[in-house]
């Protein structure tokens, strides 16, 4: 799967149907250890979520939170991996009954860990603050991103990344998300 350029919504309605994606996410958890197979995983979950939202929670339901958390959390330091880590999960977050798995355990602080550690790495950046910028959505993730100076670290990304335009251009749209909400997000 992680070969298709363009996975067609009746491939992805009989990758549901099967279990298809139980199985990804299983292999992800199997080859923990092994970088090729997770940034094919990450490929697959990407290029799935572009079917839609019920496909995006299939693959959530499936478990794929905790096991891109996984990923984050053995390749620390592999940028390559994280970049690739951060777009599946960016592709999750689009649908809002998935951001409940993301309130599951640290996802959230280890999303801005991992941007705060990889300042100058563009692509990493971008797909931290698109996460940042949907889960804004949500009340209890802005008050775990406002706790875990999330805000902030968007604000460095522009800083560190003030060349790149597309960090530039997600890092604006989650601030705007953060702002267009009435509460104590931004009054860090």
Known sequence: LSLIHELDSNTAE????YGGF????NAMDVCAK???AQVNAFKVIFIACLNGENVQRDIARAGAMKSLRNSIESFSDDEIV???CLLALSSLCIVEDNIVYMLEGDLIDQVIITMNG???CGGLQEHGCVILGLLARNVEARRRISKACGFNSIVISMAINHG???VQCQALTAVR???AIDDD????
């Open 118 to 120: 990889h300042l100058d």
């Open 177 to 179: 998300a953060f702002c």
């Open 164 to 166: 790149d335009v597309e």
């Open 185 to 188: 997000s931004c009054k860090v």
């Open 22 to 25: 139980d199985v990804i996410i």
């Open 82 to 84: 994280l970049e690739g």
């Open 14 to 17: 009989e990758t549901v149907n």
């Open 34 to 36: 092994d970088g090729i």
